[in-house]
């Protein structure tokens, strides 16, 4: 089976997380704080602070920008339901701002328009949440001139696009976000078994995370109210979760970041090699923005959407895993009981209605990818 992504493990992370499980610490030990320094100086953040997945790392963002009931979460259709479900933890509300028809990111022409409609119904959203689809960055510079003007907070979910650059510089600087998150699930572009972080220039921001992500309790004397009984004293001043990351996790993740930029340049010739392959095919190969340089986590081609399933079928039928992303969060049972369906974001569903993930990571060989071309000229004969 040839599957639509994977992990790429070599000796040096099996090393590192042995050594981690012959120390002293397997979790609040010296490797996160390692973990977070790579990632937020390989970002130019200055703030990093690692969880147990991506989803808590959402979670932590919107509790820390004080999204709560009352308000409301703007995200793309076109994502994992972990990019709409923070919301919805916080007891806000969500809705969602249809995509754009050639980098399936979020509209930032639908995202003014429904600005301007939402300022004269006084229902203007707290946070926009941008998901950099397949590893490209959305028009992050459109996307802050519109949180200047209406006064959202933005929060990047870059769990596809750790490695990649916006106008020539890393996704996770928050040059024009106030937090990003990135994912380390086994099938993004670095992982740590599972686990995520939340990058931040803002200290309080950073600090608030930090608090949450560890049940709330502080022991810094500084944030307590009254004196601290000494030593062994710790506080609860916020209602927070453990999401912590462990050591074990954070010392694959590290392991993982000397390798971060041969992984994005593979994926990237694998992407070169799928659009030379693919070339007069009857299909619609990814479009890439020109201020954009994607990490690649998702190869997603369009074919003819009565061709779909067929060819979908022959794939799985050759053992060529594909796959398709997304789903429109909104057409989900759960959100189609909050008033969502069908027929809201028609460009998302015309797209989930034509779209193919083929396989693209690092380990892929040619003959592979050979294959997978093969079987897709073969099924849209
Ligand atoms: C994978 C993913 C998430 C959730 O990541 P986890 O680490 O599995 O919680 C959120 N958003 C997007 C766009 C993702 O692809």
Known sequence: MIPYGKQDIDDQDIQAVEDVLRSDWLTQGPAVPRFENAVSQYCRADHAVSVCNATAALHLACRSLELGPGDVLWTSPNTFVASANCALYCGASVDFVDIDSRTYNMSVEALGEKLKLAERTGRLPKIVVPVHFAGQSCEMREIRQLADKYGFKIVEDASHAIGGRYLGESVGNCRYSDITIFSF????????????????????????MQLLRSHGITRNPAQMSGESDGAWYYQQIELGYNYRMTDMQAALGASQMNRLDAFVKRRQLIAARYALKLSGLPVILPWQHPDVYSAFHLYPVRVEKADRQRIFDKFREAEVGVNVHYIPVHTQPYYQQLGFGWGDFPETESYYQEAISLPLYSSLTEGEQDFVVATLKDALQ
């Not at 699930?185 to 608030?208: F, M, Q, S, W, Y």
């Open 185 to 208: 699930h086994p099938v993004k572009i670095i992982t740590t078994g599972e686990g995520g972080i939340a990058l931040t220039n803002d200290a309080l921001l950073a600090e608030r």
